[in-house]
């Protein structure tokens, strides 16, 4: 017990600052929104950081990247051409499929033989128009008609049909070519952005398995957790393992883990479904069935026909069934590589994050 020495004034003055500086701690923290950014490796977590850079520095007049950032990733993009010639080299020994030019071939085995350490930046023009008669042999062509059989960048179309001003003295990076451009995150990133008045922090982990067993530290007091699943990817194995582990079916495996945890309990769960359009794309010549066999069970007890509409479904069907009872989780089809596809789906997902955040902090 204590005796207290002030007068009611004086207490109803300490109760009401007491009330002044809690509120004012509520909007704090409401200020502060953290997103982690969760899922297996090339599903487009990294690819989304840069969108949101582009879209929301546009609406400031500018235009996502600083000059300095743009020089910067000249060095990833060369990087991937190296990388992307490296795996149509190997696609064609493990498919045993000819070259048609011997120079070609001579060109990629040189390449192969090459560590990153002795890669020759910047670019040269010689060495462009080497990739580009690489890239217009009728055996890599073959090859990469059947990328689904190896492990080749997704940015491999894009950089080897646009690769032609990658030496010249001038060349700066298009936000585009940053989009396209690849580069495993290993870590714990973190992105700042002011949204609405609020402060966002993002947080990119790396995707591969043996990235993943840093994320549990990424989890305390996250507001929003966004699932990428490249559902493009569905005739893809994982790059990181020897065994054929579908890259889809890992995303779903890796869904239950993470919908399940104690730590993400109270996190609003958002799902991007990315890469639609390669799932349109390979419909016609990649049969689904093949490479997921459920789709055939599912449709059969649905009574549903084969279709890119259904086999949308069937997908969010996979990742619901483990969602707990009474727990929301929403649902977005996108492609990270199309910036006005992001900014339409962004849109919607930030009125998810801040009226939660809201609720959690009984301001809403």
């Known amino acids: 017990m204590f005796d207290c020495c002030c007068s009611q004034k004086d207490l109803h003055t300490i109760n009401a600052n007491i009330n002044k500086a809690l509120r004012q701690t509520k909007r704090n923290q409401h200020q502060e929104i953290k ?25 400031a007049g500018k235009q996502g990247f600083t000059l300095s950032e743009r020089q910067r990733y000249k060095e990833t993009i060369n990087i991937n051409l190296y990388s992307i010639v490296k795996d149509l080299s190997k696609g064609m020994q493990k498919l045993e499929i000819p070259f048609e030019h011997e120079e070609n071939k001579k060109f990629g085995d040189e390449i192969l033989a090459l560590k990153i350490s002795e890669i020759q930046l910047p670019i040269t023009e010689e060495f462009l128009a080497s990739v580009n008669k690489f890239w ?8 990469f008609s059947k990328s689904n059989k190896i492990q080749v960048l997704d940015c491999c179309h894009y950089f080897m049909t646009h690769c032609s001003t990658f030496a010249d003295a001038g ?7 940053i989009i396209w451009s690849r580069y495993q995150t290993t870590g714990v990133l973190e992105y ?41 990817d569905y005739d ?18 890796l869904f239950e883990f993470l919908i399940s945890a104690e730590s ?5 769960f958002v799902v991007f479904l990315n890469k639609k359009d390669k799932l349109i794309e390979k419909w016609e010549t990649s049969d689904i069935d093949d490479y997921i066999p459920q789709y055939i069970n599912w449709r059969r007890e649905n009574h549903k026909e084969k279709s890119i509409e259904t086999c949308e479904e069937f997908i969010i069907d996979m990742f619901k069934q483990y969602i707990p009872m009474n727990r929301d989780v929403f649902f977005f089809f996108t492609v990270t590589t199309d910036t006005d ?24």
């Not at 899922?39 to 949101?52: C, D, M, P, R, V």
């Not at 043996?210 to 989890?219: A, G, P, Q, T």
């Not at 893809?236 to 495996?253: C, F, G, H």
Request: aromatic fraction near 8%; hydrophobic fraction near 40%.
């Open 35 to 59: 997103v982690l950014l969760l899922g297996a490796g090339e599903s487009g977590k990294t690819t989304f950081i840069k969108q949101l850079k582009i879209i929301l520095t546009a609406h």
């Open 192 to 232: 700042k952005f002011n949204i609405m008045g609020s402060r966002f922090t993002f947080i990119d982990v790396g995707g591969q398995r043996n990235e993943r067993r840093k994320w549990l530290h990424s989890f305390e007091g996250c507001t929003t957790a966004i699932f990428f699943a490249a559902i493009g």
């Open 171 to 177: 060349y700066v990076p298009t936000n585009q070519d």
């Open 136 to 143: 217009n042999d009728e055996g890599i062509q073959k090859c």
């Open 236 to 253: 893809l194995t994982l790059r990181e393992t020897a065994k054929s582990n579908n890259r889809v079916l890992e995303s779903v495996k």
């Open 341 to 364: 596809i992001v900014s339409a789906v962004f849109d919607s997902v930030k009125s998810t994050v801040l009226k939660n955040t809201l609720q959690d902090l009984n301001l809403a």
């Open 264 to 268: 993400l309990s109270k996190a609003a």
